[in-house]
């Protein structure tokens, strides 16, 4: 029982992450129709911008030496900066192409700043520790929960109540979430592109580095390919939910970060190493039972 | 007219709502082989989501699409196509990248042709048409009213016991309709077909239906002779309001 | 001369294949001969990938785990007799215990990746062709998770090595002429203009009688073929097999160069992959440092990769249907201008 509680939280907090970045990756595709390989490195820039570049295993830090306060300014900062510089630059030209070019340019720009995170920090896995405090348990009822699984659990919950909020009470939030259901209709009403995917891609830079803050609090390393997991994960929560649609992209996010976990602490031992494996093919398998999704938008279906 | 192998095509009750918008209610239509029948209403009158339900692209609930006494509701649209329904675009929907025969030929072969008959087919098709000097042209390349012949001429290549032709003379000068209403004509002989056409040109309807059906708000309001309806109040007042049809305008 | 006529495209990027041979056989180096082996061995994955992204519009980034599926095939059947009950103990007695003739090894492992990519294509394309390509990742990473953790069939994340080598230049040319003439023969096929319809206007296609999904099924299977046969070529040319190899970095260098090319003709999956691989060449060695004279220059290792993405997001800014804009090689003008004059000649004699 204790152990299902325990499983319970950590599927949540999973579950509220994955939801963070499937938010994210739907509110671009929303208003682009671009499904964004690069969020995978807004999370791994974000994190590594806690270093100073070097191809040391335990480099010197750069932002993860300040204080939390400005540490998190500056790497929420950068990594919205980068987000929306990598619109500004790559996706913008591109606007108004079909998706399969886009789908393909995304993958590029991905695979450009992978290479350059490569090149400036060396293809090593780093450790770093960051918040050392938060990774102690905490007593809660009986259970022994790790600060960090709380902490990641309440800022995840936190930021959604706050974008749920911010989409559905304030009139920017109204005009994006109105642009991301039916960018065409919500043109004709006024509703400005320009600003509004800037916008969304702002968001899903902070969304972005809010995580990568997060795990290398959690895992205390760097890799590479650290955002791919969360990203892909993301990628099949938003198809789950139904693509077009943001209350969707949150529930597959919870899907899949539940599943996951569930996974993890009910397989079979010898089974577990296969868990995103499992996943997948669940993943595949939802889609088989609905392929259209979840939540069905009229924005995903074409007019004839 | 002499017909060897008469079909009909019927739409009974059909209801067609989206989120609460009633995009049609209670049609019904009803056309054979031979019939040029003509389907006219105000925008946003339900046309196209009729033409939507008898292609198959959309199902009606509740309703019956009836083809020849089989109820062809539920088919996909695929399946409508390949059982006789054929239909051109009001947006052209060329296969942009194919040659102009390319495109009649993906039409053959969704009835199940050969390549090689398929193909034939559709120069012959686009003979009639006067459209096989392009044939190998790209698609993309061909000037607005050559893309809506092919269009057209595509749905011919499916050889469809009907035909609905959406909006096909939009955009079109007085001489290219002209010679758009000469092929409409030439349809229902030449390719033993009923044929369905939308239109918001008058002079298009007048000058080749048989029949004239009109919606408006997604209901039927009337359908008659092409005359009859061209004097009819109730048309009339949907059409433009409640004064035209009190000065007796014609449409 | 109607057959040449038909044939042409296909015909034209055979002849300049072996064209390229013949130079590289006569006058390269060992080193040069190993390069372009490689990179025909990615023309033929490539070739793979284009029938069906390029007849599709679809992207797959999942083949490369039919590669995958089809090296470590071969591999079971033919590596290492005396290491594999010890490295692979997994393997059930009929691969742990035998080795196979390289002929029959390799036509099993195609077999087995073309029924996984028809089976797979039978789920995968039921989806509409977005959520398809993201399920086509799910595909990839699925085989990448299995087989990277099954370290008692597949010695996990570690290099297998010691298979049989015999994939040199010629043999990959052949591959590559094979892999060039199906992918051609499906192009003119009646199913590939129905897929090609179906990437064209899906609506359109519907309307016209055509399904989206058994084009898509057929041109999948195919495609997981060839990617499989890229799979034995990889295998056995290098004589080395590791499943880390067989993921995205090398999905990304194939996009892009099909990208690059055009994805829409097989002339520019062609293009696109004799470029790249030439620019490719060219930076290894510039990585590995250049003497001018007593200067070393060598750039920093990833850039290679940087060029690479940044040149793929500029062909689609500005050139977004690649080099060769989705055409092929046809016969040069002179040749259809008589051709179209005596077509022209018999039509209007018919009206």
């Not at chain 1, 929306?84 to 192409?97: D, K, S, V």
């Not at chain 3, 200067?295 to 690479?308: K, N, T, V």
């Amino acid at each position: 029982m204790l152990y299902f509680l325990q499983v319970s939280i950590d599927a949540l907090a999973l579950g509220s992450l994955y939801a963070l970045v499937a938010l994210a990756i739907g509110l671009v595709f929303g208003v682009m129709r671009l499904i964004n390989f690069a969020q995978a490195d807004y999370i791994t820039i974000g994190a590594y911008s806690l270093v100073a570049p070097s191809t040391a295993a335990v480099p010197a830090l750069m932002f993860g030496a300040l204080h939390w306060v400005p540490m998190v300014a500056a790497v929420l900062l950068a990594v919205t900066v980068l987000a929306l510089l990598t619109e500004r630059l790559a996706f913008r030209p591109l606007r108004n192409t079909d998706t399969t070019t886009l789908l393909i340019s995304s993958f590029a720009v991905s695979y450009f700043l992978q290479s350059l995170v490569l090149m400036l920090h060396g293809g090593r896995p780093k450790t770093v520790s960051i918040g050392e405090g938060l990774t102690s348990a905490v007593e809660l009822f009986g259970l022994r929960i790790p600060g960090i699984q709380l902490l990641t659990m309440v800022v995840a919950m936190a930021l959604l109540v706050v974008l749920v909020v911010f989409l559905k009470k304030t009139s920017l939030g109204v005009q994006l979430r109105a642009a991301s259901e039916n960018f065409e209709m919500a043109r004709l009403l006024g509703v400005p592109a320009n600003l509004v995917i800037s916008i969304a891609f702002g968001i899903s830079g902070i969304l972005g580095g809010t995580i990568s803050i997060l795990f290398v609090v959690q895992t205390g390393s760097l890799d590479v390919r650290m955002g791919l997991m969360p990203a892909v994960y993301a990628f099949f929560a938003t198809v789950i939910g139904g693509i077009g649609s943001l209350p969707g992209a949150v529930l597959g996010g919870y899907i899949v970060g539940i599943l996951s976990v569930l996974l993890q602490a009910y397989l079979p031992v010898e089974v577990r190493p296969f868990r995103d494996a499992v996943v997948f093919a669940i993943v595949i398998i939802i889609l088989l039972v609905r392929p259209q999704g979840l939540f069905v938008t009229g924005g995903a279906k074409e007019r004839v | 007219m002499v017909i060897s192998n008469r079909k009909t095509l019927e739409a009974k009750n059909i209801h067609v709502s989206f989120g609460g918008i009633h995009a049609l209610s209670e049609v019904d239509l009803a056309l054979a082989t031979g019939d040029i029948l003509g389907l006219i209403g105000p925008n946003g009158a339900g046309k196209t989501t009729m033409v939507n339900v008898l292609t198959g692209f959309q199902r009606p609930k509740p309703g019956a699409v009836i083809l020849d006494g089989r109820d062809v509701s539920k088919l996909s649209a695929p399946k409508m196509a390949r059982a006789g329904i054929g239909r051109s675009f009001q947006a052209a929907r060329l296969f942009r990248n194919l040659s102009v025969l390319e495109n009649l030929t993906v039409a053959g072969l969704g009835i199940g042709l050969s390549k090689a008959k398929a193909t034939e087919q559709g120069r012959e098709i686009l003979r009639w048409m006067s459209l096989v000097d392009q044939a190998d042209q790209k698609a993309s390349s061909l000037s607005y009213s050559s893309e809506r012949r092919v269009s057209i001429a595509r749905a011919v290549a499916l050889r469809p016991s009907f035909l609905l032709l959406d909006e096909p003379a939009s955009g079109m000068n007085e001489a290219e309709c002209e010679s758009l209403m000469e092929i409409i004509t030439g349809l229902p002989k030449r390719v033993e077909c009923g044929v369905l056409l939308i239109e918001h040109n008058m002079q298009v309807i007048m000058g080749v239906c048989d029949r004239v059906h009109v919606l408006d708000g997604g209901k039927s309001l009337a359908e008659g002779r092409p005359e009859e309806i061209r004097s009819n109040a109730v048309v009339l007042r949907a059409y433009l309001g409640e004064d035209a049809s009190r000065k007796n305008t014609r449409i | 001369m109607k057959l040449l006529k038909s044939s042409f495209p296909g015909l034209s990027l055979i002849l300049l294949l072996i064209a390229g041979f013949a130079i590289i056989e006569l006058l390269g180096s060992a080193s040069t001969m190993r390069v372009a082996t490689e990179a025909l061995i990615r023309l033929v994955f490539a070739v793979g990938l284009y029938v069906f992204s390029g007849n599709s519009g679809i992207v797959s980034f999942g083949h490369m785990s039919f590669v995958a599926i089809a090296a470590y095939a071969t591999t079971w059947q033919t590596c290492c007799a005396m290491l594999k009950p010890i490295t692979m103990p997994g393997l059930p007695p009929f691969l742990k215990d035998e080795t196979y003739p390289l002929l029959n090894s390799a036509l099993t492992s195609v077999a087995l990746a073309g029924a996984v990519a028809f089976v797979s294509g039978l789920v995968l394309m039921r989806l509409a062709s977005l959520s398809a390509s993201i399920a086509t990742l799910a595909l990839l990473f699925i085989v990448n998770t299995v087989y990277s953790n099954w370290t008692s069939v597949t010695m996990g994340n570690s290099t297998i090595v010691g298979l049989p080598v015999y994939v040199n230049l010629q043999v990959a040319l052949v591959a590559a002429i094979a892999a060039i003439v199906v992918a051609y023969l499906f192009q003119i096929s009646a199913w590939g203009l129905k897929l090609r319809a179906t990437r064209e206007d899906e609506v359109a296609a519907q309307a016209s009688g055509i399904s989206l999904y058994w084009p898509r099924v057929i041109a999948f299977t195919i495609s997981g073929v060839i990617a499989g046969f890229a799979g034995i070529l990889f295998a056995h040319s290098t004589g080395t097999v590791s499943i880390n190899s067989f993921f995205l970095s090398h999905t990304f260098l194939i996009v892009a160069m099909i990208v690059v090319g055009g994805m829409r003709s097989l002339a520019g999956t062609v293009v696109g992959v004799t470029l790249l691989s030439v620019v490719i060449e060219i930076f290894r060695r510039a990585e590995a440092g250049i003497s001018l004279g007593s200067i070393e220059l060598a750039i920093p290792p990833g850039s290679q990769e940087m060029i690479l993405a940044l040149s793929m997001l500029l062909i689609l800014i500005f050139r977004k249907d690649g080099i060769m804009a989705g055409r092929e090689i046809t016969l040069p003008k002179w040749c259809r201008k008589h051709r179209a004059t005596s077509e022209r000649r018999a039509d209007t004699a018919i009206q």
